[in-house]
């Protein structure tokens, strides 16, 4: 089984994942969805920005 990413590692590429549907929210398409299906995706960018801030912390705890 794959060794678990460092935090550093695991935080870069779940910011280069957020940058997906933070993008998506701009445009639009995402304007032209049904209000359920906007909220859902705007419920999983709360969710990864708070995973994101959390390996923020994280790293910061390592590096003080």
Not at 6 to 29: G, M, N, Q, V, W
Request: net charge negative.
């Amino acid at each position: 089984s794959k060794l678990a990413a460092t935090p550093s590692t695991e935080k870069a590429e779940l910011d280069d994942k957020l940058a997906k549907p933070r993008e998506f929210i701009e445009t639009p398409t995402y304007e032209a969805l049904h209000g359920d299906e906007k909220s859902r995706l705007l419920e999983q960018e709360e969710a990864m920005s708070d995973y994101s801030r959390a390996l923020r912390d994280r790293i910061a705890a390592f590096t003080d």
